[in-house]
C-alpha cells in the first residue's frame, strides 16, 4: 500500500510539472531579478563564429559596467533565425534584446512587439544619422529599431586568386565587362569561374539589372511592377548567355551553400574569384582563406547607362527591445553601451560591418578595428548610393520566390529568357493582386 | 462491497501513472491535431489574430497554388520509388544477415546503425558533401575512369540520390523481415527441398508468402514516413534544384515558415492528413489479395 502511494504521488508530481512546463511563460521567457537586485536580459543575434566570439566579449565586458545585469546570449547561424524570432514573438517567448534583418520589420511591426525606442531616456539617438533612422527604423510613426552598422553592397573579391588567373582588379565593372572577363577566365580552365551566385545572388543581380535600366524598383509599392516584358528578357538574356558561357558558377552547385556561401568548396579552394555581396558578410568569406590571402571590394556592377546605380547601402541588421521585456531601462541601457561605448565599440569593430553610430565608428577606427576592404565599401556604397530604397514589397518572401524560380528555370536552361519573362510577369501581377486583396 | 471499492481504487490508480502520458497526448497532440484544423480555414500570420475565411484556403491550394501540384508530384514520385526499393533491400540484407554465421549479431547491429543515424541532419550535411560536384563519390567514380555525375545539382537526378538516404536507412525494415524469416517453419523448406525446388523457387514460394504480413507492415509504415519526408529534401537541397526535390513537407514548411501562413499550412497539413488516409486504406483493402496469413487472418 506504502509503494502504491509512493509511486502515485510520483505520477501527480509528474503531471503537475508537465502541466507547470507547457504553461505559457508571461512575457519574455528567462528575463528576470533574483533577490540580489541582479537583472537578466536575454539577447538573441544571428551570425559567424566572428561575431559570436566578439559580441560574446562585448557581454563579458558589460558585466564591469554594469555588475547588477546578466545578459543570457542566444546566437546561431542565419538559418532559422527569422522563424524563430517570429514563432518567439508571436507565443509572447522573444528576448528582451534582439537583432533583426530589415526585409522582416514589415511585417513585425503589424503588431505592437516592440518598445518605441524614442521615449527611452538611456538611449543616445544623436549618434546616428538622421536619415538611416527614418528610411529603416521607423514604422507605424514609431522608432522600433536601432541600426547596428552601416551595410553596403559590393563586389568582393579574392584579389590573391584574382592576380593568379589573369582577372583584372583594377576596373569598374559594368554588365560587358564581367562578361567578357568571366567568359575568358572559364575558356582559359573550365574549372574556373568569375563569379560565385546561388538564386539568391542570381535574383540580385537581376534586380540590379532592372534597377539600372528603368530607374525604378523591379516591385512598386502601388502592387504593380516596375519593369516590362522588354526590360525581363534583357536581364534574364544577359544572366542566360553568363550561365551558358560559365561566368558563374553552375546554380546546381552553388545553392548547395545557399545561406552559408564561405563553405563552397570552390570558394575556399580559390577557384572563383568574386562575390556580390553585403560588406558584413566580408569577415566570414575571408575568413576560410590562409592569412596570406587578400580580398579586397569593389563598386557593385553598374551598367554604362544606368538610370540609377541601384547601389545600396541599409542597416546591417536593427536591434530592438521587446515591448514585454520586464526591464526596458536595462535593456536599453546595454544597447546603448553596445551601440555607443568606445570599449564596446572596440570590442565588436566590423563584425557588423562600420558601426552606425558616429562615436562606435570612431572608437573602432582609433582601435583599427575596421577591416579597411569593409571600410572603402561602405564609404563607395555611400558615395555612389542614389536613395532607390528596397519597398517592402519588392523583399517580400512570396513575391521573391515567383522571382527565384523564373530565375532557376532560364539558369537551369529549361526556359528561354522570353518564355522566363512571360512566366515572371503573369504569376507577379496574380500575386501582387491577392496582396493587394488581403490588405 | 469492499473488493469493489478496492477495485475501483485500482482503476483510478492506474489512471493516475498513465496521466503524465495523456497529459503529454492532449498538450502536444490532440491540441495541435484539433486546432491546426481550426486554423485551416482562417488567414493566420502568427502576428495578427486568426480571422476566419470559410473555405478559402482549401480553395486556392486546389485550383490556384503550382507549388501545391509540384509538391504533390515529387512526393508522389519519391514514395513510388523510394519505399519499394527501400523494402527490396532491407529484404535482401535482412536474408544475408539471417544465415547462421560466428559473429552474425555484430553484423546485425552495424547494418542497423544507419537506421538510427539516418534521419539527423548531421547525415544530411554528409550526404550534401559525398555526393556533392567534387564530392567523395564523384572522386571515386573518376578513379574507375567514369564521368562524374551532378547528383545534387542536377534537376533530373536530385530527388533519386535524395531516395537513396532514404533507402540507407532500411535498418527497422530488415529487423523485421529478420524476425519474419525466422519465424518461417523449417519443414516448409525440408518439404519444398525434398520436393526437388531450387533455392530461388523456394525464396518465392515460401519465403516471400510467409513474410506478406510484415511486407504490408512496412508497406504501410515505409510510406507514411515517406510521405511526411522533410529532413534530407530540407538540409541538402532546400527543394531545389528547380524545385525537383519539393517534398510536401517542405511545401507546408515554406508556407508556415517563411511566408508564415500558418492558416495555409494547416490546410495543407490536413489535405496530407486525409491523402496518406487514403492511400492506407486502399492498401489495406487490397491486402486481401496478397498478404497471406497462417490462420487466414483470425487472430
Given at each position: 500500500?506504502?509503494?502504491?502511494?509512493?509511486?502515485?504521488?510520483?505520477?501527480?508530481?509528474?503531471?503537475?510539472?508537465?502541466?507547470?512546463?507547457?504553461?505559457?511563460?508571461?512575457?519574455?521567457?528567462?528575463?528576470?531579478?533574483?533577490?540580489?537586485?541582479?537583472?537578466?536580459?536575454?539577447?538573441?543575434?544571428?551570425?559567424?563564429?566572428?561575431?559570436?566570439?566578439?559580441?560574446?566579449?562585448?557581454?563579458?565586458?558589460?558585466?564591469?559596467?554594469?555588475?547588477?545585469?546578466?545578459?543570457?546570449?542566444?546566437?546561431?547561424?542565419?538559418?532559422?533565425?527569422?522563424?524563430?524570432?517570429?514563432?518567439?514573438?508571436?507565443?509572447?517567448?522573444?528576448?528582451?534584446?534582439?537583432?533583426?534583418?530589415?526585409?522582416?520589420?514589415?511585417d513585425l511591426t503589424q503588431?505592437?512587439?516592440?518598445?518605441?525606442?524614442?521615449?527611452?531616456?538611456?538611449?543616445?539617438?544623436?549618434?546616428?544619422?538622421?536619415?538611416?533612422?527614418?528610411?529603416?527604423?521607423?514604422?507605424?510613426?514609431?522608432?522600433?529599431?536601432?541600426?547596428?552598422?552601416?551595410?553596403?553592397?559590393?563586389?568582393?573579391?579574392?584579389?590573391?586568386?584574382?592576380?593568379?588567373?589573369?582577372?583584372?582588379?583594377?576596373?569598374?565593372?559594368?554588365?560587358?565587362?564581367?562578361?567578357?572577363?568571366?567568359?575568358?577566365?572559364?575558356?582559359?580552365?573550365?574549372?574556373?569561374?568569375?563569379?560565385?551566385?546561388?538564386?539568391?545572388?542570381?535574383?540580385?543581380?537581376?534586380?540590379?539589372?532592372?534597377?539600372?535600366?528603368?530607374?525604378?524598383?523591379?516591385?512598386?509599392?502601388?502592387?504593380?511592377?516596375?519593369?516590362?516584358?522588354?526590360?525581363a528578357v534583357a536581364a534574364l538574356t544577359w544572366l542566360d548567355e553568363a550561365m551558358r558561357a560559365g561566368v558563374y558558377q553552375p546554380l546546381g552547385e552553388a545553392d548547395l551553400f545557399y545561406g552559408k556561401t564561405e563553405q563552397n568548396p570552390k570558394w575556399?579552394?580559390?577557384?572563383?574569384?568574386?562575390?556580390?555581396?553585403?560588406?558584413?558578410?566580408?569577415?566570414?568569406?575571408?575568413?576560410?582563406?590562409?592569412?596570406?590571402?587578400?580580398?579586397?571590394?569593389?563598386?557593385?556592377v553598374i551598367a554604362k547607362d544606368a538610370k540609377d546605380t541601384a547601389v545600396q547601402v541599409r542597416p546591417s541588421q536593427l536591434y530592438a527591445i521587446s515591448a514585454k521585456s520586464q526591464h526596458p531601462e536595462e535593456a536599453a541601457a546595454f544597447l546603448n553601451w553596445l551601440l555607443h561605448d568606445a570599449e564596446a565599440a572596440a570590442i565588436l569593430g566590423d563584425v557588423r560591418s562600420v558601426p552606425a553610430s558616429s562615436a562606435a565608428q570612431q572608437a573602432a577606427v582609433d582601435a583599427g578595428k575596421i577591416d579597411p576592404a569593409i571600410a572603402r565599401a561602405v564609404e563607395m556604397g555611400l558615395a555612389n548610393a542614389t536613395g532607390l530604397l528596397d519597398n517592402a514589397l519588392s523583399?517580400?518572401?512570396?513575391?521573391?520566390?515567383?522571382?527565384?524560380?523564373?530565375?532557376?528555370?532560364?539558369?537551369?536552361?529549361?526556359?528561354?529568357?522570353?518564355?522566363?519573362?512571360?512566366?515572371?510577369?503573369?504569376?507577379?501581377?496574380?500575386?501582387?493582386?491577392?496582396?493587394?486583396?488581403?490588405? | 462491497m469492499f473488493k469493489r471499492t478496492k477495485r475501483k481504487n485500482y482503476r483510478y490508480i492506474g489512471l493516475l501513472y498513465i496521466l503524465p502520458w495523456l497529459i503529454g497526448l492532449m498538450i502536444f497532440q490532440l491540441y495541435p491535431f484539433f486546432m491546426s484544423f481550426y486554423y485551416s480555414f482562417t488567414n493566420f500570420n502568427m502576428v495578427a489574430p486568426p480571422s476566419f475565411i470559410g473555405l478559402d484556403n482549401y480553395k486556392e491550394i486546389f485550383t490556384n497554388d503550382p507549388g501545391f501540384t509540384q509538391a504533390l508530384k515529387v512526393t508522389s514520385l519519391y514514395v513510388i520509388l523510394a519505399v519499394p526499393v527501400k523494402l527490396a533491400f532491407a529484404l535482401f540484407i535482412a536474408l544475408i544477415l539471417s544465415a547462421k554465421l560466428k559473429g552474425i549479431n555484430l553484423f546485425r547491429t552495424v547494418y542497423y546503425l544507419p537506421s538510427i543515424l539516418g534521419g539527423s541532419v548531421a547525415i544530411a550535411v554528409l550526404w550534401r558533401f559525398l555526393f556533392m560536384r567534387d564530392g567523395v563519390v564523384n572522386n571515386m567514380l573518376g578513379n574507375l575512369g567514369i564521368p562524374s555525375i551532378d547528383w545534387l545539382g542536377n534537376p533530373d537526378v536530385a530527388l533519386y540520390t535524395l531516395g537513396l538516404l532514404s533507402v540507407w536507412q532500411f535498418g527497422s525494415s530488415m529487423v523485421l523481415f529478420l524476425a519474419g524469416i525466422q519465424q518461417i517453419p523449417g519443414d516448409l523448406y525440408e518439404a519444398g527441398s525434398i520436393d526437388g525446388a531450387s533455392k530461388t523457387r523456394m525464396f518465392f514460394k515460401i519465403t516471400v508468402p510467409m513474410?506478406?504480413?510484415?511486407?504490408?507492415?512496412?508497406?504501410?509504415?515505409?510510406?507514411?514516413?515517406?510521405?511526411?519526408?522533410?529532413?534530407?529534401?530540407?538540409?541538402?537541397?532546400?527543394?531545389?534544384?528547380?524545385?525537383?526535390?519539393?517534398?510536401?513537407?517542405?511545401?507546408?514548411?515554406?508556407?508556415?515558415?517563411?511566408?508564415?501562413?500558418?492558416?495555409?499550412?494547416?490546410?495543407?497539413?490536413?489535405?496530407?492528413?486525409?491523402?496518406?488516409?487514403?492511400?492506407?486504406?486502399?492498401?489495406?483493402?487490397?491486402?486481401?489479395?496478397?498478404?497471406?496469413?497462417?490462420?487466414?487472418?483470425?487472430?
Open positions: 500500500m506504502r509503494k502504491q502511494w509512493w509511486t502515485g504521488s510520483l505520477a501527480v508530481v509528474m503531471s503537475a510539472a508537465l502541466i507547470a512546463g507547457c504553461s505559457g511563460g508571461n512575457g519574455t521567457a528567462g528575463s528576470g531579478e533574483d533577490n540580489g537586485g541582479q537583472v537578466t536580459l536575454r539577447f538573441s543575434w544571428w551570425g559567424g563564429d566572428g561575431r559570436h566570439q566578439q559580441t560574446l566579449e562585448a557581454i563579458e565586458a558589460y558585466k564591469q559596467v554594469a555588475p547588477n545585469v546578466r545578459i543570457e546570449p542566444e546566437y546561431q547561424g542565419f538559418d532559422g533565425y527569422e522563424q524563430k524570432v517570429k514563432t518567439q514573438l508571436a507565443s509572447s517567448t522573444s528576448a528582451d534584446i534582439m537583432q533583426l534583418d530589415v526585409p522582416w520589420m514589415e503588431s505592437d512587439f516592440f518598445l518605441d525606442l524614442s521615449d527611452q531616456s538611456e538611449l543616445s539617438l544623436d549618434e546616428f544619422d538622421a536619415d538611416f533612422l527614418t528610411n529603416f527604423s521607423t514604422y507605424n510613426d514609431k522608432l522600433v529599431a536601432l541600426p547596428s552598422g552601416v551595410n553596403a553592397y559590393a563586389l568582393v573579391i579574392n584579389k590573391t586568386a584574382a592576380d593568379a588567373l589573369g582577372v583584372p582588379t583594377d576596373i569598374e565593372w559594368d554588365w560587358e565587362t564581367i562578361y567578357e572577363e568571366g567568359k575568358k577566365l572559364h575558356e582559359r580552365d573550365s574549372s574556373k569561374h568569375l563569379l560565385l551566385a546561388d538564386h539568391g545572388v542570381l535574383m540580385q543581380d537581376f534586380n540590379k539589372f532592372l534597377m539600372q535600366r528603368t530607374g525604378e524598383q523591379w516591385v512598386q509599392e502601388d502592387y504593380t511592377l516596375g519593369f516590362t516584358q522588354e526590360d575556399i579552394n580559390q577557384e572563383i574569384a568574386m562575390i556580390s555581396a553585403m560588406s558584413s558578410t566580408l569577415l566570414p568569406l575571408r575568413s576560410v582563406f590562409p592569412e596570406d590571402v587578400e580580398v579586397i571590394t569593389a563598386l557593385p523583399t517580400n518572401s512570396e513575391v521573391t520566390s515567383i522571382l527565384q524560380d523564373s530565375i532557376e528555370k532560364v539558369a537551369f536552361g529549361r526556359a528561354t529568357p522570353e518564355q522566363g519573362a512571360t512566366e515572371l510577369i503573369a504569376a507577379l501581377e496574380r500575386k501582387l493582386s491577392d496582396l493587394q486583396a488581403r490588405q | 513474410l506478406t504480413p510484415i511486407v504490408l507492415f512496412n508497406l504501410i509504415m515505409q510510406m507514411v514516413n515517406a510521405f511526411q519526408e522533410f529532413t534530407g529534401a530540407f538540409v541538402i537541397t532546400n527543394g531545389g534544384p528547380m524545385k525537383s526535390t519539393y517534398l510536401y513537407a517542405l511545401k507546408l514548411y515554406e508556407e508556415a515558415f517563411t511566408f508564415f501562413k500558418m492558416g495555409y499550412a494547416s490546410a495543407l497539413s490536413w489535405i496530407l492528413f486525409v491523402i496518406i488516409m487514403v492511400v492506407t486504406g486502399i492498401i489495406f483493402k487490397t491486402s486481401n489479395r496478397w498478404v497471406y496469413y497462417e490462420d487466414g487472418g483470425k487472430s
